[in-house]
C-alpha cells in the first residue's frame, strides 16, 4: 500500500472528513456577517425561554455605557480629585495670608501682635487673592498636566473657537461685546440695591491704590483663574455627571447629554454667585445678579466647546465695568455717583 503525501490516510467508512479550521471559520462568517454564527441556529429564547432574559439582563451593559458625550465633557478627573481640590484651596487661602502677614512683618520689624491689622489693608487683602489664585492655577497644573503627561490648557478646556456642531461660527470679537452688554444691565441692576456701598468689595475703592490694584487684578488676572477653574474645570465635571445619572435612568443619549448640560450650567452659575457672596456683603439681590452671569458664561462655554469664549465674555465684563469705575470715581479719588 503506498503512503499518501504528507502522512494523511483515507479516512475510515463513516467518518466525514473535517473541514481544516480557517474553512470552518469563513463559512460561519460567511452564513451570518453581524454575528458570525449560521443563519439556522436556535436562537437563545428557543434554547431555554426562561433563563434567558435573566442571564441576559445580567450581561448586559450598564445604560450610561452608551452614553456618547461631547468631546468637551470627556475629562480624565473625578469627584475625589476634587476633593483633593478643595483642601488644597482650602488650605492655600489659610495659610498663604498667614505667611505673607508674617514675612510683611519682619520685613518693616513690627511685632507679630500687628497680625490683624494688617490683614484689614487692603493691598494686602489684594495681594494675599493673587497669591491664592496662583496657588490654585499651580495645583491645577500640577495634577491634570504634569503628573498626567497631558497638555494642560487643551485638558482644561482652552480651545480655538470653531464652528459649532449647530453650523453656528463664532467670532472673537463678539464675546466682549456680550460681556460689555451684560456689564451695562448688571450696573443698571445694582445701582437701585439698597446698602450696596456697605459691600467689602466697594470698601477697596476708599483706597484708590488699593482700588487700582484690585481692577489691575479684575481684568489681568480673575478671567484666567476663574473661567480656567469655574468653566474648564468644574462645568465638565458637573455636566458629565448628570448626563451619566441620566443615562444610567433609562434617558437615551441626546437627552441625557442635554439634561447634563443644563444641571452643569445651572449648578457652576450658581457657585460663581455663591464664591462672590462675601465680597458683596451678602446680599441677595447683588449674588443673584452675579448668579445669572456665572450662568451666562457658563453657557457661551457650553454652546461653544471652549473656555475662550467665556473668558472673552468676562474679560469684557470686568474691563468695561474697571473702566466705568474709574472714570466714574475720577481716578477713584471721590466716591461714584449714587453713594
Known sequence: MTERANNEFPPLPGNPVPDPPHEAAAESVAAD?????????????????????????????????????????RISWSWVHLLFFLLSGFASAEALPLLLAICVLEYRHQPLAQVQQLAANATFLVTTQVLIFGAIMFFLYITLGV??????????????????????????????LLGGGLAILVAVGSSRVKDAENAPIEQLFKDPHAAFLLMAMAVLVAPLVEETVFRGYLYPLFASSFAKVAAHYGVDSGRAVGFGTVGGVLLTGFLFGLLHGWQLGWNVTLVSL???????????????????????????????LAVVTTIATKGFTVAPPGH
Open 290 to 320: 452675579l448668579t445669572l452671569v456665572g450662568v451666562l458664561f457658563t453657557f457661551a462655554r457650553a454652546a461653544t466647546g471652549t473656555v475662550l469664549a467665556s473668558f472673552l465674555m468676562h474679560l469684557g465684563y470686568n474691563s468695561l
Open 147 to 176: 503628573l498626567r503627561d497631558a497638555p494642560f490648557w487643551s485638558t482644561v478646556g482652552w480651545k480655538r473657537l470653531i464652528v459649532s456642531a449647530s453650523g453656528r461660527i463664532y467670532k472673537p470679537w463678539m464675546f466682549p
Open 33 to 73: 456577517p453581524v454575528f458570525g454564527s449560521p443563519p439556522d441556529a436556535p436562537s437563545a429564547f428557543a434554547v431555554d425561554p426562561i433563563s434567558y432574559p435573566a442571564h441576559s439582563a445580567e450581561t448586559a451593559p450598564p445604560p450610561y455605557h452608551s452614553l456618547r458625550l461631547p468631546d468637551d465633557l
